[in-house]
Nanobody
């Protein structure tokens, strides 16, 4: 099995910063793209940022210039540095990874989420 565990969420004032981490573990041969999604209260889940195994990144327009996604391939870990946070960034943040297992199966894996609350 493959597990993704997020950490780093919490309560922060508007204008502040948080850094989320997501560590993947289990029967992993390789991780292709990794991503962060979020689900604001009462809304649908939305893509925040993606990063390929080679480090190419892509961001939702709403977070460009404020959020930075990065990864440490040796640690099977992806990060999301969030700066200049706004109340509308309040959401449960989920980690996603496109994993190839040791027996060559492809798995779309999700973490359980971490709550980020930005107060005004």
């Amino acid at each position: 099995q493959v597990q993704l565990v997020e950490s780093g969420g919490g309560l922060v004032q508007a204008g502040g910063s948080l850094r989320l981490s997501c560590a993947a573990s289990g029967i992993i041969r390789k991780i292709n793209a990794m991503a962060w999604y979020r689900q604001p209260p009462g809304k649908q889940r939305e893509l925040v940022a993606t990063i390929t195994s080679g480090g190419r990144t892509n961001y939702a327009d709403s977070v460009k210039g404020r959020f930075t996604i990065s990864r440490d391939n040796a640690k099977n870990t992806v990060y999301l540095q969030m700066n200049s946070l706004k109340p509308e960034d309040t959401a449960v943040y989920y980690c996603n990874a496109d994993v190839v297992t040791i027996d060559y199966y492809g798995k779309d894996c999700w973490g359980k989420g971490t709550l980020v609350t930005v107060s005004s």
